[in-house]
């Protein structure tokens, strides 16, 4: 059971390029999230998803697209990096979805993203 | 005004200290509350959930207060290994954290 894996550990891009992000859990997490995490700003969510084939927005999405085609799966695309753009992102998935929100959530080890 | 606001510190504190912990939320329509841990450059890990009526594991204790809209987490006995960031978290429909708190227990 390897829980909530991500790839790359690190990554530096160059303004302009694109990359997408892996994150894949192997809980049957029907909850799965894209957070990044500045300093001084706590985490931040950027999308995240309640099931395969539904995604929607969080607080900072814009220049990031999200697709979730399988349960396991759940990728973060940057579409055209910018410097603003540099900083740890963490994926994480809930076992549950609650009325009451999301309950635990499990994390990866994060990607480390400098954008030059 | 952001959603959940900590005080960033840093507490250093001595071994064998107690230490508190406060976060204050603006969403009074907020349902669940956490407290994350997160070490140096690692991810954050659930330390526990925040009942309203309060609750207790081991050496730490956590408090809900609805009314007043904040949260508190009480650490006794402090450890070399609580050295570490506290995370608070409110949910709504989505998870909202605060900045962290910074602890560092000292010999």
Known sequence: NAGVTQTPKFQVLKTGQSMTLQCAQDMNHE????YRQDPGMGLRLIHYSVGAGITDQGEVPNGYNVSRSTTEDFPLRLLSAAPSQTSVYFCASSYS???AGVGEQFFGPGTRLTVL | RKEVEQDPGPFNVPEGATVAFNCTYSNSASQSFFWYRQDCRKE???LMSVYSSGNEDGRFTAQLNRASQYISLLIRDSKLSDSATYLCV???NDMRFGAGTRLTVKP
């Open chain 2, 44 to 46: 954050p890990k659930l």
């Open chain 1, 97 to 99: 979805v609650m009325v």
């Open chain 1, 31 to 34: 909850y799965m999230s894209w």
């Open chain 2, 90 to 92: 409110v949910n709504n």
